[in-house]
């Protein structure tokens, strides 16, 4: 129970000196309660959201993980291609449905004072040397199959628009 307790003081000890710094986001301007904060209302807005876990060293700080929000739009299929079997809005996946890569474009597509030309990373969903995840994809799942989010207000939508 002593060394229970010793390495549970110590784990929330050490979550919290990262979870509380800015630096555990790639931008180093929100601590994770923020950015677990902006994710959840961009679930609502628009369905859904993605969050890369990069690795990056800061002078000073221990820990190399990293949080990077991105935009959900910015996940869409490499030359905006249409989906395949395989290919769902910029998610790859295997043949039992398991994302396998995602196609992250630099810039918002609807983004109009953007003057470089569009490039996709393909960012790989695990590691290939120790399985780690590098991509977490925030979305309520309301169907088998289902790969992306639904905004909370689509159902309304068109109603909305009638009124």
């Known amino acids: 129970d ?23 986001d790639i931008t180093r ?25 990069p690795m990056k060293a800061v002078p000073g700080f221990i820990y190399e993980t990293r949080l990077q929000l991105i935009e959900a ?8 291609k249409a989906d395949t079997a395989l290919m769902t809005s910029g ?15 630099n810039y918002h597509p609807g983004d109009m004072y953007i003057t ?11 590691g290939a040397r120790t399985g780690r995840r590098n991509v977490i994809h925030l979305f309520r799942r309301l169907r088998m199959g289902q790969s992306r989010g639904i ?5 309304v939508i068109e109603l909305l628009r009638q009124l």
């Open 2 to 24: 002593e060394q229970a307790n010793e390495w549970e003081n110590n784990t929330r000890r050490e979550f919290g000196m990262w979870a509380e710094s800015v630096n555990c």
């Open 29 to 53: 301007t929100s601590n994770f309660y923020e950015l677990q904060d902006l994710a959840f209302r961009s679930v609502l807005e628009n369905g859904d959201s993605v969050c890369l876990l």
């Open 73 to 80: 739009d910015r996940l869409c299929n490499e030359g905006f």
């Open 91 to 105: 998610i790859q996946r295997d043949e039992f449905g398991a994302p396998t890569s995602y196609s992250i474009l």
């Open 116 to 126: 470089k030309a569009y490039k996709w990373e393909t960012i790989p969903a695990f």
């Open 151 to 155: 905004p909370d207000l689509a159902p």
